[in-house]
């Protein structure tokens, strides 16, 4: 069986097109899926991958715009709006 890489906070704000102060709200918030092993909080792409598909479903808050350079991305913000 092969283990899913963990990711940390700014691989998760790449992949999102956020920031890492934003994804570490998210986490403080209980808004995206993570874990925690003590002080350090983690990823799994795949859990990210799904909870990115039932918001983009159920929510105007992403806007699906793909990024030109990787076109799987989705952003949750319009460029520049950022916040965080």
């Known amino acids: ?3 899913e890489k963990m990711m940390i906070a ?3 704000a790449a992949y999102l097109r956020c920031s890492s102060s934003t994804v570490r709200r998210m986490v403080r ?3 995206i899926p993570h874990y925690r092993f003590g002080k350090l909080v983690r990823f799994r792409l795949s859990e990210i991958e799904r909870w990115l598909a039932l918001h ?3 929510s105007m808050l992403l806007r ?3 990024s030109s ?3 799987d991305q989705l952003s949750l913000f319009p ?3 950022e916040n965080g």
């Open 56 to 58: 983009h479903e159920g």
């Open 79 to 81: 460029t520049g709006e």
């Open 64 to 66: 699906g715009r793909a």
């Open 1 to 3: 069986m092969v283990q």
């Open 10 to 12: 700014r691989e998760v």
């Open 29 to 31: 918030r209980g808004q």
């Open 69 to 71: 350079s990787n076109s």
